[in-house]
Nanobody
Framework: QVQLVESGGGSVQAGDSLRLSCAAS????????VGWFRQVPGGEPEFLAGINWGGTAPYYADSVKGRFTISRDNPKRMVYLQMNTLKVEDTAVYYC????????????????WGQGTQVTVSS
């Protein structure tokens, strides 16, 4: 099974940018979609963005479309989430995930989860 480790979280001001990274190791990375979710305390995980194996077809939740950009580097087994114009309501733990395709990703039917990285946005 693929292990996923997120990094790049931190505390920023509203309007700032952050770039999250997710490193994949072990298992089979090839052929899978990768994506990002976030979760606030007491809440359900929220799908944010996903991208296909070839990196040619990203897809986003409406809540982040236009502000967040997902990308992947397959030779390095890395996934990124560029987050711009951050808002206080973006404060959450951010997780990367591996899934079979966009449909399973959006339904949170994922094969692997990372441990999460905290993002805190203050006003």
């Amino acid at each position: 099974q693929v292990q996923l480790v997120e990094s790049g979280g931190g505390s920023v001001q509203a309007g700032d940018s952050l770039r999250l990274s997710c490193a994949a190791s072990g298992g089979t990375f090839n052929g899978y979609d990768v994506g990002w979710f976030r979760q606030v305390p007491g809440g359900e995980p929220e799908f944010l963005a996903g991208i296909n194996w070839g990196g040619t077809a990203p897809y986003y939740a409406d809540s982040v479309k236009g502000r967040f950009t997902i990308s992947r580097d397959n030779p390095k087994r890395m996934v990124y989430l560029q987050m711009n114009t951050l808002k206080v309501e973006d404060t959450a733990v951010y997780y990367c995930a591996l899934a079979t395709n966009s449909a399973t990703m959006r339904r949170m039917q994922v094969n692997s989860w990372g441990q999460g990285t905290q993002v805190t946005v203050s006003s």
